[in-house]
């Protein structure tokens, strides 16, 4: 059972990226997705979730109308659009999993997911 991140990088602030979370070893229809991040120096952040049936989706105060989380059960994989970035939106983003039911999803509560990728970097910098 594996989480890969892929899709971080270097932009300048005001720039956008696509973060990917793919699965393999396991179907995630079945699962809420979280993606967290964290900065040198500073906790971990509940990013964005979304529920099993897609219909449930939260995101932190601070990434509001700026980033979008969807699902593609069918390639297995889920997305973080993140746009207007801006320097603290800096740090290693990390997505987890965790089977719970269809509308469910938690933000906040890390300890709840069961399944964790290796996190890719974001670096938003002029």
């Known amino acids: 059972l594996r989480l890969v991140e892929s899709g971080g990088g270097l932009v300048q602030p005001g720039g956008s990226l696509r973060l990917s979370c793919t699965a393999s070893?396991?179907?995630?229809?079945?699962?809420?997705i979280g993606w967290f991040r964290q900065a040198p120096g500073k906790e971990r952040e509940g990013v964005s979730c979304?529920?099993?049936?897609?219909?449930?989706?939260d995101y932190a105060d601070s990434v509001k109308d700026r980033f979008y989380i969807d699902r593609d059960d069918a390639h297995n994989t889920i997305y973080l659009e993140m746009n207007k970035l801006k320097p603290e939106d800096s740090g290693v983003y990390y997505c987890?999993?965790?089977?719970?039911?269809?509308?469910?999803?938690?933000?906040?509560?890390?300890?709840?997911?069961?399944?964790w990728g290796q996190g890719t970097q974001v670096t938003v910098s002029s």
């Open positions: 979304v529920s099993p049936s897609g219909g449930t989706k």
């Open positions: 987890a999993a965790d089977a719970v039911p269809d509308h469910y999803c938690s933000r906040t509560g890390a300890g709840e997911y069961e399944h």
């Open positions: 070893g396991f179907t995630l229809g079945y699962s809420a």
